[in-house]
């Protein structure tokens, strides 16, 4: 069975940083494009950043400069560090499975939420 499981979120203050986990079980992450996606009250779910199997990353605007992801296939573990913190980064927070190499799978996480207030 695979899984994908968000750990890491929580309640943070403004100008904080958090560092998210993926641990993924049932797959190779390597095999893999990770991305990791959110998800505000009332808003449609966005990326935030997503890395290839050779570790090229690629943000959003809304958080670039701020926000770090990698990965440790060793560990079949993806990570996601944003700074910084912003009240409008509240949000749940995705990690999403993209098989590149064989056949097309992907796999979502239930999500973790991230709460940044004072």
């Known amino acids: 069975q695979v899984q994908l499981v968000e750990s890491g979120g929580g309640l943070v203050q403004p100008g904080g940083s958090l560092r998210l986990s993926c641990a993924a079980s049932g797959i190779i992450l390597n095999y893999y494009a990770i991305r990791w996606y959110r998800q505000a009250p009332g808003r449609p779910r966005e990326m935030v950043a997503s890395i290839t199997n050779g570790g090229s990353a690629d943000y959003a605007d809304s958080v670039r400069g701020r926000c770090t992801i990698s990965r440790h296939d060793a560990e079949n573990v993806a990570y996601l560090q944003i700074y910084s913190l912003k009240s409008e980064d509240t949000a749940t927070y995705y990690c999403?499975?993209?098989?590149?190499?064989?056949?097309?799978?992907?796999?979502w996480g239930k999500g973790t939420l991230v709460t940044v207030s004072s």
């Open positions: 999403f499975a993209l098989r590149t190499t064989g056949p097309l799978e992907t796999h």
